[in-house]
């Protein structure tokens, strides 16, 4: 558990953000929300907005996610399988 002086104050996100990881072994293109690397749509977040995001792995595989951010900012969840 974080210390006091890093702990974010208990509260609502402003924007939720969804990644969904889509793909097959067969064509070997990886999609995230319907959309190939070259395709991206960025998920965005104003400064001092409070985010929530949620991976769901819709592909039969497991895909380790990393996102990177100030770590006193951030807190980790769970990641869903659909």
């Known amino acids: ?3 006091g002086n890093v702990m974010l104050s208990q ?3 402003d ?3 969804k990644a969904g990881l ?3 072994m067969t064509s070997y293109a990886w999609k995230i929300n319907g959309r190939t690397f070259d395709d991206t ?5 104003r400064q001092g ?8 792995d819709m592909t039969m595989m497991w895909h ?3 996102y990177t951010v100030t770590p006193s900012r951030s807190s980790y969840g769970r990641v869903s399988r659909a």
Not at 41 to 45: D, G, Q, R, W, Y
Not at 49 to 56: E, V, Y
């Open 1 to 3: 558990m974080a210390t």
């Open 11 to 13: 509260g609502q996100p």
């Open 15 to 17: 924007v939720n953000l």
């Open 22 to 24: 889509g793909g097959d």
């Open 41 to 45: 749509e960025p998920l965005t977040i």
């Open 49 to 56: 907005q409070r985010a929530r995001l949620t991976f769901t």
């Open 64 to 66: 380790p996610m990393r």
